[in-house]
């Protein structure tokens, strides 16, 4: 198939792009131009927040699949069915899980759950675009198919508040801070197993005018996944347990993930996933992701940035809440 991804080369992504090539698709990746494409994949060069520069860039060319990687808001999503409509069989949407109601009322969370998100601008920016993509859908057909990742990551992307910041106090012995009490569930999704699952929609036509979340089955408390963090350090965590909301008002720029997402135990039901794609189940263990990020920054000085202002709101919220 010929597929447009616009992004292409994101933490997400860059595994969407590799493995849709890998299964022979015919892949044209459509960004600023400023990283490098794996071979077979052809650039485009385009912002995917002008839409004069996406309609420029890919002139009367009309693609089997179109997944935007790069969409955070609902004038993007409109250009987006504006430009693509009669031009793709299937768009592809990337959401969030976040857009999930908060509080959550029932768990697991099922694609029909409420969206919902007073706390974070981002999760309300996705549920209006979805809200504008199903419109399209129920009203004119346009091919739309929602995807809402929840926690993803890949070895450059620490899932621990602070980033590197936090890893660096572990490695020096010194204690880092979990929200809450540490004992809410939570879901980590590896990449290339999001991509196995994405790229098996490409072209499903069971999945058009579809909601569906992909996540792994795995569920860990935010204390097992600093400590399975910890580990190919060599260390075991001293960790401080502070409020959500204390964190928020300390680094308010953490507020919105924290009060709007991550405060909240997670646990997700992947029947409809596993329907639309046969066989696929998430298999990497955060235990062996945990491994690949460590050996990822410790690999590379200088990937190895301590935040010195985070450093040090962490040490006031240790001094102050910690025993």
Do not use: C
């Not at 002139?59 to 808001?73: I, L, Q």
């Not at 809402?148 to 010194?174: C, F, K, M, N, V």
């Not at 929200?179 to 980590?188: C, I, P, V």
């Amino acid at each position: 198939m010929r597929i447009l991804i616009i992004g292409g080369t994101g933490n997400i992504s860059s595994y969407v792009t590799a493995l849709a090539v890998e299964r022979g698709h015919d892949v044209t990746v459509l960004n600023r131009g400023q990283s490098a494409l794996p071979d077979g994949v052809r650039g485009l060069v385009g912002d995917a927040g002008d839409p004069e520069s996406i309609e420029k860039a890919i002139g009367s060319e009309t693609f089997d699949v179109v997944a935007n990687f790069r969409s955070f808001s609902p004038q993007q999503v409109a250009d987006d069915i504006r430009i693509f409509t009669g031009r793709t069989r299937q768009y592809l949407y990337i959401s969030s899980a976040s857009a999930y109601q908060k509080p959550i009322a029932r768990l697991p969370i099922v694609e029909s759950t409420p969206l919902r998100n007073p706390f974070w601008q981002y999760s309300r920016d996705k549920i209006a675009s979805e809200d504008l993509l199903v419109a399209a859908y129920r009203q004119a057909g346009f091919p739309m198919t929602i995807v809402r990742p929840s926690h993803t990551y890949g070895p450059s992307l620490i899932p621990l508040e602070g980033g590197w910041t936090a890893l660096q106090r572990i490695r020096d012995g010194r204690p880092i801070v979990v929200h809450g009490d540490g004992t809410s569930w939570w879901t980590l999704t590896h990449s290339r197993d999001f991509a196995r699952a994405f790229v098996g929609l490409f072209g499903n036509p069971h999945a058009i005018g579809q909601a569906v979340h992909i996540t792994s089955d795995e569920s860990l408390t935010w204390d097992e996944i600093a400590r399975l963090l910890a580990a190919p350090l060599g260390r075991e965590p001293e960790i401080v347990h502070v409020a959500s909301d204390a964190i928020a008002r300390e680094v308010p720029a953490m507020g919105p993930g924290l009060i709007g997402d991550k405060a909240h135990s997670v646990l997700f039901d992947n029947t409809l996933i596993k329907q639309l794609v046969p066989g696929w189940v998430a298999t990497t263990p955060f235990a062996e992701g945990a491994r690949e990020i460590v050996e990822w920054y410790l690999a590379d000085a200088a990937r190895q940035k301590v935040d010195a202002d985070l450093d040090a709101a962490f040490d006031r919220m240790i001094e102050r809440y910690g025993s």
